[in-house]
């Protein structure tokens, strides 16, 4: 049963990995929406085996959304080859209709084998058959570490605006030890570009930290019909976030221009439920408006571990 939660109206979940096409085995996680004529393409990141993250479609009926027409029976983009920015993983962040095109903007996974436990950077696929299968626009990321961000450059938002892509993405500020454990942190930036590919930073973030440690990720944004852009992300603390109080939740900025952003998380309306699978954490929100409504689909304990939910927006 729907239930009402602050400016949204949740579905809960409505889809859960549990083995479709031999390989849906564990999370369904940053759900990336494709909203298609009469159905939403939702791709996600899923596991196939502990520590192997790879990227495929579920497709939900937008008058029954917790009904599945159809999945990807294989991933539809492979790892890369050893020594590759995504040779350990491809995870899916932001997909965009340009023309004929759909582009696939990832994060790679690669394993660096020194005391960090991974590298994220940003891949670039696409697509001619409208999301069925990609294809590598080039072999290296698109958004790479840069002299003034030296530890992860993923998780990117890409839109078009006034003739120029933007991107809005994870920038890594550093690696924290907690307990023994290293864990990254990082805050949210702006780059632009002429063509999608190549791209100009301004310095500085474009939503910095609350606080030391905090981490932001994965931006979703949308322009209203007065103009204002309105983006929501997740945010995080870096010490008992898997489980515990410092575990992601829901944030909110808003700008007139893409360049100025005014933080006010009160705003994005949506909370951990007292009970279920999104009872933890609610984390990696994707905002789309189709078929005469505003949704977002997110993930809830686990990063994603017990699949995607949905909500409504009725302000």
């Known amino acids: 049963m729907a239930a009402r939660h602050g400016a949204w109206r949740k579905y809960g979940l409505v889809f859960r990995p549990v083995g479709q096409g031999g390989w849906i085995n564990s999370h369904a996680q940053v759900p990336t929406v494709l909203p298609l004529a009469d159905r939403f393409r939702v791709f996600v990141s899923s596991r196939p085996r502990p520590g192997l993250s790879l990227t495929g479609f579920v497709d939900l009926d937008p008058d ?6 159809q999945w990807s029976a294989n991933p ?3 790892v890369g080859p050893p020594g590759a920015f995504d040779e350990h993983g491809v995870m899916p962040s932001s997909v965009v209709v340009d023309g004929n095109e759909v582009r696939l903007y990832y994060s790679g996974w690669s394993r660096l084998g020194g005391a960090a436990p991974y590298h994220n950077t940003t891949g670039l696929a696409v697509s001619h058959d409208g999301g069925l299968s990609f294809k590598r626009v080039c072999p290296g990321p698109v958004l790479d ?8 450059a993923t998780s990117p938002w890409v839109l078009q605006a006034a003739g120029e892509w933007h991107a809005f993405y994870s ?3 550093g690696w924290v030890n907690v307990a023994g454990r290293l ?3 990082y805050d949210i930036r702006h780059a632009i570009s002429a063509d999608g590919v ?3 930073r301004p310095e500085g973030p474009a939503i910095p930290q609350r606080f030391p440690q905090e981490a932001l990720t994965r931006p979703t944004i949308l322009k209203a019909a007065d103009g204002r852009w309105s983006m929501w992300f997740c945010h995080r603390g870096s010490a008992d976030f898997r489980v515990g109080a410092d575990a992601y939740r829901l ?3 808003s700008s007139t221009d893409l360049l100025h952003w005014r933080r006010d998380d009160a705003v994005a309306g949506l909370l951990p439920s007292e009970t279920g699978w999104d009872s933890e954490m609610v984390a990696y929100p994707c905002v789309v408006e189709a078929f005469g409504q505003r949704w977002m689909f997110y993930n809830g304990n686990g990063f994603g571990r017990d699949g995607f939910g949905l909500a409504v927006f009725e302000g």
């Open 64 to 69: 029954e959304p917790s009904r599945v027409i």
């Open 76 to 78: 539809i983009l492979g």
């Open 145 to 152: 570490r840069a002299p003034a961000e030296p530890f992860s």
């Open 171 to 173: 920038s890594g500020l």
């Open 183 to 185: 864990e990254h942190f």
């Open 198 to 200: 190549h791209w100009q």
């Open 251 to 253: 944030g909110y900025a």
